[in-house]
């Protein structure tokens, strides 16, 4: 957690409003503002900004945060770069102490393993070119790379002695207790081995150029042919991407999804520096927004065998729901483009890349491959299918446009295509397509289901921060360690706080938590909302009747784990008094 007071006097200076409208389009609602959420692609603005809590939220996808949050986030910057532009904006001087951290549990951990990860990629990297790693020299100069390109990248090699490593740390004076953590051991046998022998190691660093994990390529027919650090204290798989670091900083106007390191590598060298991808496994959603804080376009070059189309279509829906607009490179008659620059080289794939398949069109052009169109009843199933995809395109206009490409492309009647899709929109049916699915499951995780209590709780918060006179008297009745989650509970106890000193501000409490998911969560504590048209009355009303609920309950647990006679009957008189709990405008 940094400096509080540095941070909460720029946050106090700074209108959050007035940021967030350089950015998004704003119109003015009720005590608040609303607009298109900048974080993902929306027709109907659910992206609200409350001036007097000084932070947003958006009800679509749940991000939420305050104006450093939002900074962090649009700009993609980090805490101390988005700090000190929030602080030159407010004419706040930085103190040179302004980044001091109270103690973290995890950072000193989280230190070492950076630091172990680092001698861990020079060691590889000595092996490489040391007689030990002949090998995989071999390897990576059949492969066509060069010692630049080696040395940029920081490729190595893992020996066959499968404790080098480890014994190389330990002599470092690291304990197993840290090295345990990092991901570069096995600890099930009598004495500890590294995961990685026997192959090439391919850095994985974040966008700040740390070492956070490594992928390593077998020599041989050994299985698993690819293998990655397990994820870590720093190492998230679905939160990275190979290449990202390099990547951020391209001046391209796209990025340019790969499925592995060696397309990455022989992209980056033929001059594309905007190559990323995924870190064995599919392209995720939280990959996708990373990749959005960068690009709006980008183009898929994953594979052209029959799993590489499939992971191309599903890569798709996934960056469409992100909001980033798609194209798919041909790479036929090579399989990925690694093959491609060594055959055909730097000229011919630009051309491929001006030449891209709008990525909609390449999905329905996959689909008709499981079609036999000289079969009637094939075509019609064919069109049917297309038409059923036709109805992801919500607006008018864009679905009437995709009409008549795919009706030009597909030799379709575009009279009858149209009548197709306005029937199966008007008798509800909904697109199947991967897109689909892949938006619901991601709203699903954005949005998981909560318990009414819990969400009572909410609202009560919400109302709470609303009122400080409020806050006062139910906190007067109601302690948060009644509340009924740890997470919860601890917001509660800031807001209390707050309401002592005469003035509660959400976008502080924010700011003592540091996790994107903790930000959306007190984001989505503090707008939880009633119906709108409820009176003073029906308020308190809901004030009163939720208060209860939360010290029956809490009463209720402690009963469940008592024994004495005499506090027993203690909690039931308890029991009895909170029945008469109420709040009125006085």
């Not at 409350?50 to 947003?56: G, I, L």
């Not at 090295?179 to 022998?197: A, H, M, Q």
């Not at 009548?419 to 991967?434: H, L």
């Not at 007067?476 to 917001?491: H, K």
């Amino acid at each position: 957690m940094y400096n509080n007071d540095i941070r909460d006097e720029i946050i106090s200076r700074v209108d959050i409003v007035d940021v967030i409208s350089e950015h998004v389009k704003l119109k003015r609602s009720g005590s608040s503002y609303t607009g298109l959420c900048p974080f993902h692609s929306e027709k109907s603005p659910s992206f609200s900004v409350s001036p007097d809590k000084q932070f947003y939220h958006c009800f679509g996808c749940g991000v939420g945060g305050n104006v450093i949050t939002f900074v962090m986030e649009y700009e993609n910057y980090t805490y101390q770069e988005a700090l000190q532009e929030l602080a030159n904006r407010a004419g706040v001087k930085l103190p040179e102490n302004a980044f001091e951290r109270k103690e973290d549990p995890n950072k000193t951990i989280k230190a070492s393993i950076y630091d172990i990860n680092k001698l861990a990629a020079v060691f590889y990297f000595r092996v490489l070119h040391s007689p030990a790693g002949k090998l995989g020299m071999e390897y990576l100069t059949k492969r066509g790379l060069d010692e630049e390109t080696i040395k940029h990248f920081g490729l190595g090699y893992a020996g066959s002695n499968s404790k080098a490593l480890y014994r190389f740390l330990k002599e470092k004076g690291y304990s197993d207790e840290i090295l345990s953590k990092t991901g570069l051991f096995n600890y099930k046998s009598r004495e500890p081995f590294d995961i990685f022998w026997n192959r090439v190691i391919f850095p994985i660093m974040d966008k700040e150029n740390r070492v956070i994990a490594f992928g390593g390529r077998v020599m041989g027919d050994a299985k698993p042919k690819y293998l990655n650090s397990p994820e870590t204290l720093i190492f998230n798989k679905r939160l990275n991407l190979f290449g990202i670091n390099y990547a951020r900083k391209s001046r391209k106007k796209n990025l340019i999804i790969c499925e592995g390191y060696m397309d990455v590598i022989a992209l980056h060298r033929a001059g594309f520096d905007q190559a990323v991808a995924s870190l064995g496994t599919a392209l995720t959603e939280s990959q996708a927004q990373m990749m959005k804080r960068y690009a709006q376009l980008a183009y898929i070059t994953y594979d052209s065998d029959e799993a590489g189309v499939k992971a191309a279509i599903r890569a798709v829906s996934i960056l469409r729901s992100a909001g980033i607009a798609t194209k798919v490179i041909n790479m036929r008659p090579y399989k990925d483009p690694d093959e491609f620059i060594k055959n055909l080289g730097a000229e011919e794939f630009q051309k491929r890349i001006d030449t891209a398949d709008n990525s909609f069109l390449y999905m329905i052009e996959m689909k008709k491959r499981n079609f036999n169109l000289s079969d009637p009843d094939e075509a019609t199933k064919f069109a049917e299918e297309t038409a059923r995809e036709l109805l992801v395109f919500k607006e008018k206009i864009e679905r009437s446009n995709y009409i008549k490409a795919v009706a030009n492309r597909f030799v379709i009647d575009e009279t009858e295509l149209t009548d197709m899709v306005n029937r199966m929109g008007n008798a509800g049916i909904k697109p199947e397509s991967a897109e689909a699915v892949v938006s619901r499951a991601a709203q699903a995780r954005i949005k998981p289901k909560e318990s009414g209590f819990e969400k009572s709780e909410k609202i009560l918060l919400t109302l709470m921060s609303d009122d400080v006179e409020l806050s006062r008297r139910v906190f007067e009745i109601l302690s948060p360690a009644e509340f009924s989650n740890d997470f919860v509970c601890d917001v509660a106890r800031r807001m209390k706080e707050q309401s002592d000193e005469g003035q509660i501000k959400p976008a502080i409490i924010m700011n003592a938590y540091e996790s994107e998911d903790e930000h959306r969560e007190v984001s989505d504590i503090f707008t939880s909302k009633l119906d709108d048209g409820l009176t003073l009355e029906e308020k308190l009303k809901t004030v009163t009747e939720t208060v209860i609920r939360i010290k029956l309950a809490y009463i209720e647990k402690r009963l469940e784990s008592e024994n004495d006679l005499i506090k027993i009957t203690e909690l039931m008189k308890e029991k009895e008094r909170v029945m008469t709990i109420s709040f009125d405008k006085g």
